[in-house]
Protein backbone atom coordinates (compact mmCIF):
# COMPACT_ATOMS: atom_id res chain seq x y z
CA UNK A 1 0.00 0.00 0.00
CA UNK A 2 1.34 3.77 -0.98
CA UNK A 3 -0.19 6.59 1.20
CA UNK A 4 0.31 9.95 -0.29
CA UNK A 5 -1.00 12.29 2.71
CA UNK A 6 -2.76 9.41 3.64
CA UNK A 7 -4.60 8.37 0.08
CA UNK A 8 -4.77 4.77 -0.05
CA UNK A 9 -3.41 3.14 -3.39
CA UNK A 10 -4.20 -0.63 -3.13
CA UNK A 11 -5.96 -3.11 -4.91
CA UNK A 12 -7.63 -5.88 -3.12
CA UNK A 13 -6.74 -9.89 -3.25
CA UNK A 14 -9.92 -11.55 -4.64
CA UNK A 15 -8.89 -14.91 -3.15
CA UNK A 16 -9.16 -13.03 0.02
CA UNK A 17 -12.80 -11.88 -0.01
CA UNK A 18 -15.11 -12.75 2.90
CA UNK A 19 -18.24 -15.13 2.09
CA UNK A 20 -21.58 -12.76 1.12
CA UNK A 21 -23.24 -11.85 4.00
CA UNK A 22 -26.56 -9.78 4.15
CA UNK A 23 -26.09 -6.72 4.59
CA UNK A 24 -28.44 -3.65 5.10
CA UNK A 25 -28.04 -0.97 2.66
CA UNK A 26 -27.40 2.52 4.16
CA UNK A 27 -27.25 5.82 1.68
CA UNK A 28 -25.01 8.75 2.69
CA UNK A 29 -25.32 11.98 1.14
CA UNK A 30 -22.25 14.21 1.06
CA UNK A 31 -23.04 17.91 2.32
CA UNK A 32 -23.00 20.73 -0.30
CA UNK A 33 -19.29 22.06 -1.39
CA UNK A 34 -18.03 24.70 1.51
CA UNK A 35 -16.17 27.66 0.99
CA UNK A 36 -13.01 25.99 3.06
CA UNK A 37 -13.37 23.25 0.77
CA UNK A 38 -12.64 25.32 -1.92
CA UNK A 39 -9.91 27.16 -0.63
CA UNK A 40 -7.93 24.04 0.65
CA UNK A 41 -8.12 22.70 -3.00
CA UNK A 42 -4.85 23.91 -4.02
CA UNK A 43 -3.15 22.61 -1.25
CA UNK A 44 -3.80 19.06 -2.31
CA UNK A 45 -2.95 19.69 -5.75
CA UNK A 46 0.28 18.06 -4.79
CA UNK A 47 -1.29 14.79 -3.78
CA UNK A 48 -3.48 14.50 -6.37
CA UNK A 49 -0.83 14.90 -9.07
CA UNK A 50 1.35 11.83 -7.27
CA UNK A 51 -1.64 9.96 -6.61
CA UNK A 52 -2.52 9.98 -10.34
CA UNK A 53 1.16 8.92 -10.73
CA UNK A 54 1.41 5.95 -8.43
CA UNK A 55 -2.39 4.68 -8.89
CA UNK A 56 -0.33 1.75 -11.17
CA UNK A 57 1.12 0.59 -8.05
CA UNK A 58 -2.56 -0.73 -6.92
CA UNK A 59 -2.24 -3.13 -9.74
CA UNK A 60 1.27 -4.35 -8.78
CA UNK A 61 -0.16 -5.61 -5.20
CA UNK A 62 -2.35 -7.77 -6.97
CA UNK A 63 0.10 -9.19 -9.82
CA UNK A 64 2.56 -9.77 -7.18
CA UNK A 65 0.07 -12.32 -4.93
CA UNK A 66 -1.03 -14.23 -8.27
CA UNK A 67 2.68 -14.89 -8.94
CA UNK A 68 3.90 -15.45 -5.35
CA UNK A 69 6.10 -13.40 -4.86
CA UNK A 70 7.76 -13.15 -1.08
CA UNK A 71 5.58 -12.41 1.32
CA UNK A 72 8.18 -9.81 2.37
CA UNK A 73 7.40 -7.88 -0.86
CA UNK A 74 4.14 -7.81 -1.06
CA UNK A 75 4.20 -6.51 2.77
CA UNK A 76 5.84 -3.68 2.00
CA UNK A 77 3.33 -2.40 -0.66
CA UNK A 78 -0.20 -3.73 0.95
CA UNK A 79 0.51 -4.17 4.58
CA UNK A 80 -1.90 -1.58 6.15
CA UNK A 81 1.09 -0.95 8.92
CA UNK A 82 3.70 -0.12 6.32
CA UNK A 83 3.28 2.99 3.66
CA UNK A 84 5.39 5.47 1.52
CA UNK A 85 4.82 8.81 2.72
CA UNK A 86 5.32 11.59 -0.16
CA UNK A 87 6.08 15.29 0.94
CA UNK A 88 6.71 17.58 -1.35
CA UNK A 89 8.32 20.95 -0.31
CA UNK A 90 8.52 24.42 -1.82
CA UNK A 91 9.71 27.50 0.53
CA UNK A 92 10.19 31.24 0.16
CA UNK A 93 11.85 33.43 2.03
CA UNK A 94 12.33 37.34 1.74
CA UNK A 95 16.05 37.12 1.71
CA UNK A 96 17.20 33.15 0.87
CA UNK A 97 14.26 33.21 -2.39
CA UNK A 98 12.70 30.02 -3.37
CA UNK A 99 13.68 26.53 -2.54
CA UNK A 100 12.26 23.13 -3.67
CA UNK A 101 12.32 20.00 -2.09
CA UNK A 102 10.64 16.72 -0.59
CA UNK A 103 10.20 13.91 1.89
CA UNK A 104 10.13 10.13 1.06
CA UNK A 105 9.28 8.35 4.34
CA UNK A 106 9.32 4.80 4.74
CA UNK A 107 6.94 3.90 7.41
CA UNK A 108 7.25 0.85 9.13
CA UNK A 109 8.90 -0.67 6.60
CA UNK A 110 11.55 -2.82 7.91
CA UNK A 111 10.34 -3.24 11.61
CA UNK A 112 7.34 -1.81 13.29
CA UNK A 113 7.70 1.56 14.46
CA UNK A 114 11.23 2.20 12.52
CA UNK A 115 11.18 4.59 9.63
CA UNK A 116 13.43 5.40 7.22
CA UNK A 117 13.51 8.92 5.37
CA UNK A 118 15.14 10.94 2.69
CA UNK A 119 14.92 14.57 2.43
CA UNK A 120 16.29 16.98 -0.32
CA UNK A 121 16.27 20.87 -0.97
CA UNK A 122 17.50 23.11 -3.83
CA UNK A 123 17.15 26.67 -3.83
CA UNK A 124 17.07 28.62 -6.95
CA UNK A 125 20.66 29.83 -6.81
CA UNK A 126 21.85 26.19 -6.56
CA UNK A 127 22.43 26.16 -3.11
CA UNK A 128 21.51 22.85 -1.53
CA UNK A 129 20.79 20.07 1.26
CA UNK A 130 20.45 16.25 1.61
CA UNK A 131 19.69 13.99 4.19
CA UNK A 132 18.93 10.46 5.05
CA UNK A 133 17.46 8.93 8.44
CA UNK A 134 16.92 5.89 10.05
CA UNK A 135 14.74 6.16 13.25
CA UNK A 136 12.67 4.23 15.75
CA UNK A 137 9.91 5.43 18.24
CA UNK A 138 9.15 4.67 21.60
CA UNK A 139 5.98 2.56 22.40
CA UNK A 140 4.44 2.10 25.75
CA UNK A 141 6.13 -1.40 25.27
CA UNK A 142 9.42 -0.08 24.43
CA UNK A 143 10.56 2.93 25.55
CA UNK A 144 13.94 2.68 24.00
CA UNK A 145 14.45 5.61 20.90
CA UNK A 146 17.02 5.84 18.09
CA UNK A 147 18.30 7.66 15.03
CA UNK A 148 21.20 7.47 12.43
CA UNK A 149 21.02 10.40 10.42
CA UNK A 150 23.38 11.99 7.63
CA UNK A 151 23.27 15.51 6.31
CA UNK A 152 24.98 17.32 3.69
CA UNK A 153 24.56 21.51 3.19
CA UNK A 154 26.01 23.67 0.30
CA UNK A 155 25.05 27.67 1.22
CA UNK A 156 27.19 30.00 -1.16
CA UNK A 157 25.17 32.58 0.22
CA UNK A 158 25.44 32.82 3.73
CA UNK A 159 24.49 35.83 5.53
CA UNK A 160 26.80 37.83 8.04
CA UNK A 161 25.81 40.99 9.43
CA UNK A 162 28.66 40.92 12.29
CA UNK A 163 28.47 40.33 16.40
CA UNK A 164 26.42 41.96 18.75
CA UNK A 165 22.66 43.76 19.04
CA UNK A 166 24.43 47.17 17.29
CA UNK A 167 25.06 45.84 14.16
CA UNK A 168 23.58 46.95 11.04
CA UNK A 169 21.82 45.74 8.20
CA UNK A 170 23.73 47.70 5.77
CA UNK A 171 26.66 45.52 6.64
CA UNK A 172 25.17 42.69 5.47
CA UNK A 173 28.10 40.14 3.63
CA UNK A 174 28.37 36.44 2.23
CA UNK A 175 30.55 34.10 2.35
CA UNK A 176 30.23 29.96 1.39
CA UNK A 177 29.48 27.69 3.83
CA UNK A 178 29.47 23.49 4.07
CA UNK A 179 28.43 21.41 6.46
CA UNK A 180 28.12 17.58 6.73
CA UNK A 181 27.46 15.61 9.81
CA UNK A 182 26.55 12.04 10.95
CA UNK A 183 25.15 11.42 14.23
CA UNK A 184 23.88 8.89 16.15
CA UNK A 185 21.30 9.09 18.57
CA UNK A 186 19.95 7.23 21.39
CA UNK A 187 17.49 7.40 24.49
CA UNK A 188 14.36 6.37 26.51
CA UNK A 189 11.71 7.28 27.09
CA UNK A 190 10.38 6.73 31.50
CA UNK A 191 7.49 4.37 32.06
CA UNK A 192 7.03 6.23 35.27
CA UNK A 193 7.12 9.42 33.77
CA UNK A 194 5.58 9.27 30.33
CA UNK A 195 6.76 12.50 29.11
CA UNK A 196 10.08 12.67 30.21
CA UNK A 197 12.29 12.07 27.66
CA UNK A 198 16.33 11.65 27.98
CA UNK A 199 18.36 11.40 24.70
CA UNK A 200 22.17 10.73 24.33
CA UNK A 201 24.38 11.37 20.84
CA UNK A 202 27.83 11.37 19.70
CA UNK A 203 28.76 11.67 15.87
CA UNK A 204 30.77 14.09 13.78
CA UNK A 205 30.34 17.32 12.48
CA UNK A 206 32.77 18.59 9.40
CA UNK A 207 32.70 22.37 7.90
CA UNK A 208 34.73 24.53 5.21
CA UNK A 209 33.92 28.23 4.90
CA UNK A 210 35.36 30.11 1.93
CA UNK A 211 34.72 33.16 0.02
CA UNK A 212 31.36 33.10 -1.74
CA UNK A 213 31.89 31.97 -5.41
CA UNK A 214 30.24 35.78 -6.30
CA UNK A 215 27.54 36.52 -8.25
CA UNK A 216 25.88 38.18 -5.59
CA UNK A 217 25.27 41.51 -4.94
CA UNK A 218 26.91 41.74 -1.48
CA UNK A 219 30.18 42.10 -0.53
CA UNK A 220 32.06 39.40 0.84
CA UNK A 221 32.78 39.13 4.66
CA UNK A 222 36.48 39.40 4.08
CA UNK A 223 35.81 42.87 2.71
CA UNK A 224 33.71 44.35 5.06
CA UNK A 225 34.70 43.18 8.78
CA UNK A 226 37.84 42.96 10.76
CA UNK A 227 39.50 38.83 10.33
CA UNK A 228 40.02 38.83 14.00
CA UNK A 229 35.85 38.50 14.30
CA UNK A 230 36.06 36.09 11.37
CA UNK A 231 37.23 32.87 13.85
CA UNK A 232 37.29 30.01 12.22
CA UNK A 233 36.90 31.67 8.51
CA UNK A 234 39.13 29.69 5.78
CA UNK A 235 39.40 26.72 7.63
CA UNK A 236 38.61 23.09 7.26
CA UNK A 237 37.10 21.68 10.93
CA UNK A 238 36.55 17.70 12.01
CA UNK A 239 34.53 18.09 15.06
CA UNK A 240 33.74 15.15 17.41
CA UNK A 241 30.74 15.80 18.85
CA UNK A 242 28.22 14.46 22.18
CA UNK A 243 25.76 15.46 24.23
CA UNK A 244 22.89 14.93 26.25
CA UNK A 245 19.17 16.38 26.30
CA UNK A 246 16.62 16.08 28.57
CA UNK A 247 12.44 17.03 27.89
CA UNK A 248 9.38 16.83 29.31
CA UNK A 249 6.67 17.36 26.18
CA UNK A 250 3.02 16.90 27.37
CA UNK A 251 1.52 18.54 24.22
CA UNK A 252 -1.67 17.19 22.50
CA UNK A 253 -1.12 16.63 19.71
CA UNK A 254 2.82 16.92 19.03
CA UNK A 255 2.23 18.22 15.72
CA UNK A 256 -0.48 20.65 16.05
CA UNK A 257 -0.46 20.81 19.64
CA UNK A 258 -3.76 22.65 21.14
CA UNK A 259 -2.49 22.18 24.70
CA UNK A 260 0.13 20.92 27.25
CA UNK A 261 3.74 21.97 28.33
CA UNK A 262 7.21 21.31 27.10
CA UNK A 263 10.79 21.58 28.60
CA UNK A 264 14.10 20.78 27.51
CA UNK A 265 17.63 21.22 28.38
CA UNK A 266 20.64 19.96 26.72
CA UNK A 267 24.16 20.38 26.19
CA UNK A 268 26.56 19.38 23.10
CA UNK A 269 30.32 18.91 23.58
CA UNK A 270 32.16 19.60 20.34
CA UNK A 271 35.73 19.01 19.94
CA UNK A 272 38.77 19.42 17.17
CA UNK A 273 41.41 16.68 17.45
CA UNK A 274 43.58 19.51 16.73
CA UNK A 275 42.32 21.35 19.88
CA UNK A 276 41.78 24.68 18.20
CA UNK A 277 38.06 24.79 18.23
CA UNK A 278 37.03 23.40 21.21
CA UNK A 279 33.87 24.76 22.80
CA UNK A 280 30.43 23.53 24.13
CA UNK A 281 26.67 24.45 22.94
CA UNK A 282 23.98 24.92 25.61
CA UNK A 283 19.90 25.04 24.87
CA UNK A 284 17.06 25.25 26.80
CA UNK A 285 13.14 26.48 26.65
CA UNK A 286 10.11 26.11 27.98
CA UNK A 287 6.69 26.57 25.67
CA UNK A 288 3.18 26.09 26.56
CA UNK A 289 -0.30 25.62 24.65
CA UNK A 290 -3.35 27.15 26.34
CA UNK A 291 -6.54 26.00 24.60
CA UNK A 292 -9.50 28.73 24.89
CA UNK A 293 -12.76 27.47 24.00
CA UNK A 294 -12.00 25.44 21.07
CA UNK A 295 -9.12 23.06 19.71
CA UNK A 296 -8.09 25.48 17.36
CA UNK A 297 -8.62 28.64 19.26
CA UNK A 298 -5.24 28.20 20.93
CA UNK A 299 -2.41 30.76 22.45
CA UNK A 300 0.95 28.97 22.34
CA UNK A 301 3.67 30.74 24.70
CA UNK A 302 6.98 30.09 24.91
CA UNK A 303 11.01 31.06 26.23
CA UNK A 304 14.32 30.07 24.76
CA UNK A 305 17.91 30.28 25.65
CA UNK A 306 20.98 29.01 23.76
CA UNK A 307 24.84 29.68 25.26
CA UNK A 308 27.95 28.95 23.76
CA UNK A 309 31.23 28.81 26.06
CA UNK A 310 34.92 28.28 24.04
CA UNK A 311 36.47 26.80 27.40
CA UNK A 312 39.40 25.11 26.08
CA UNK A 313 39.78 26.44 22.78
CA UNK A 314 38.42 29.28 20.22
CA UNK A 315 34.15 29.65 18.69
CA UNK A 316 34.26 30.04 15.17
CA UNK A 317 31.93 32.75 14.14
CA UNK A 318 29.76 30.57 12.30
CA UNK A 319 29.30 28.71 15.62
CA UNK A 320 28.26 31.80 17.46
CA UNK A 321 24.33 31.75 18.51
CA UNK A 322 21.83 33.01 15.76
CA UNK A 323 18.79 35.47 16.68
CA UNK A 324 16.87 35.51 13.65
CA UNK A 325 13.05 34.29 11.93
CA UNK A 326 14.34 30.48 12.35
CA UNK A 327 15.06 31.65 16.89
CA UNK A 328 12.41 32.47 15.60
CA UNK A 329 12.43 36.37 15.73
CA UNK A 330 9.71 36.21 12.73
CA UNK A 331 10.73 40.20 12.00
CA UNK A 332 14.45 39.63 10.99
CA UNK A 333 16.36 37.48 8.00
CA UNK A 334 18.56 34.61 8.48
CA UNK A 335 21.94 35.24 10.53
CA UNK A 336 20.57 38.92 11.17
CA UNK A 337 21.82 39.03 15.20
CA UNK A 338 24.50 37.08 15.99
CA UNK A 339 26.36 36.31 19.58
CA UNK A 340 27.19 34.14 22.34
CA UNK A 341 24.31 34.16 23.58
CA UNK A 342 20.72 34.63 22.74
CA UNK A 343 17.21 34.48 24.50
CA UNK A 344 13.76 34.92 22.98
CA UNK A 345 10.64 35.22 23.95
CA UNK A 346 7.35 34.42 21.55
CA UNK A 347 3.71 34.68 22.15
CA UNK A 348 1.35 33.61 19.31
CA UNK A 349 -2.52 33.56 18.99
CA UNK A 350 -4.17 31.06 16.58
CA UNK A 351 -7.70 31.40 15.75
CA UNK A 352 -10.00 28.82 13.43
CA UNK A 353 -10.58 30.24 9.94
CA UNK A 354 -12.30 27.54 8.11
CA UNK A 355 -12.37 23.92 8.10
CA UNK A 356 -12.87 21.29 4.97
CA UNK A 357 -12.27 18.06 3.85
CA UNK A 358 -10.23 17.09 0.53
CA UNK A 359 -10.64 14.26 1.50
CA UNK A 360 -9.22 14.21 4.85
CA UNK A 361 -10.16 17.11 7.12
CA UNK A 362 -8.30 20.18 6.67
CA UNK A 363 -8.10 23.48 8.95
CA UNK A 364 -7.17 26.88 8.49
CA UNK A 365 -5.84 28.54 11.30
CA UNK A 366 -5.01 32.48 11.47
CA UNK A 367 -2.23 33.76 13.96
CA UNK A 368 -1.09 37.08 15.36
CA UNK A 369 2.83 36.71 16.94
CA UNK A 370 4.81 39.17 18.84
CA UNK A 371 8.44 38.13 19.43
CA UNK A 372 11.05 39.52 21.76
CA UNK A 373 14.80 39.15 21.90
CA UNK A 374 18.17 40.12 22.36
CA UNK A 375 21.68 38.63 22.02
CA UNK A 376 24.52 39.37 24.00
CA UNK A 377 28.10 38.49 25.25
CA UNK A 378 27.82 38.35 29.28
CA UNK A 379 25.36 39.78 31.96
CA UNK A 380 27.06 43.34 31.55
CA UNK A 381 26.14 43.40 27.95
CA UNK A 382 22.84 41.69 28.92
CA UNK A 383 21.98 44.39 31.41
CA UNK A 384 22.59 47.53 29.10
CA UNK A 385 21.04 48.57 25.85
CA UNK A 386 17.63 47.87 24.62
CA UNK A 387 15.83 44.51 23.19
CA UNK A 388 14.55 43.63 19.43
CA UNK A 389 11.30 42.70 18.50
CA UNK A 390 9.15 41.93 15.61
CA UNK A 391 5.26 41.89 15.69
CA UNK A 392 3.73 39.93 12.57
CA UNK A 393 0.13 37.97 11.33
CA UNK A 394 0.32 34.39 9.51
CA UNK A 395 -1.63 31.64 8.25
CA UNK A 396 -1.08 27.69 9.21
CA UNK A 397 -2.70 24.84 7.35
CA UNK A 398 -2.85 21.60 8.94
CA UNK A 399 -4.07 17.68 7.93
CA UNK A 400 -3.10 14.77 9.34
CA UNK A 401 -2.66 16.38 13.18
CA UNK A 402 0.46 18.00 11.54
CA UNK A 403 1.15 22.00 9.49
CA UNK A 404 0.86 21.09 5.69
CA UNK A 405 1.59 24.83 4.54
CA UNK A 406 2.56 28.16 6.26
CA UNK A 407 2.78 31.60 5.43
CA UNK A 408 4.16 34.68 7.65
CA UNK A 409 4.69 38.14 7.18
CA UNK A 410 6.79 39.74 10.20
CA UNK A 411 7.83 43.05 11.24
CA UNK A 412 10.67 43.54 12.85
CA UNK A 413 11.92 47.86 11.92
CA UNK A 414 14.26 46.78 9.04
CA UNK A 415 11.30 46.01 6.69
CA UNK A 416 8.90 42.92 6.71
CA UNK A 417 10.48 39.39 6.42
CA UNK A 418 8.06 37.06 4.38
CA UNK A 419 7.98 33.48 5.01
CA UNK A 420 5.76 30.69 3.11
CA UNK A 421 6.18 27.03 2.27
CA UNK A 422 4.55 24.17 1.87
CA UNK A 423 5.25 20.35 2.56
CA UNK A 424 6.13 18.72 5.76
CA UNK A 425 9.97 18.17 5.00
CA UNK A 426 11.31 21.00 6.43
Not at 68 to 93: A, G, H, Q
Not at 283 to 311: C, F, K, M, P
Request: hydrophobic share 35%; proline share 6%; glycine share 12%.
Amino acid sequence: MVTVFGSTLAMADPSDEPPPQVVQERTFERPPVTVGEVLAAPFYLPEMLIGTVLYPLGRFTGWASSVSLPERVIDLISDDTKRIWVFPSVRYSTSKGISFGGTFLFNNMFYEHKDLAVSGKIYTNLDRSVSISYSKAPTFENPWLYSIKAKYHLDTNADFYGVGIDTSDHDKSIYSEKKGSFLIEAGQVLRRFQFVRIVGNVGVLYTDTDTSPGGYSKPGIQETFDPRILVGFGDQILWIRYGLAVSYDSRIPSGHPYRGWHYYFGVDRFEDPRGSYDHFLFSGGIATVINLYQEENTIAIGVRARSAEDWGGALPFYQLNALDKGSPLRGFPSGRFRDRRVIVGNIEYRFPMWKGYWPDPVFGLGTLFVDVGKPFDDIESFTRGGVLYSVGIGLLVTTKGRFFARAQLGYGGEGIEALSSLGGAF
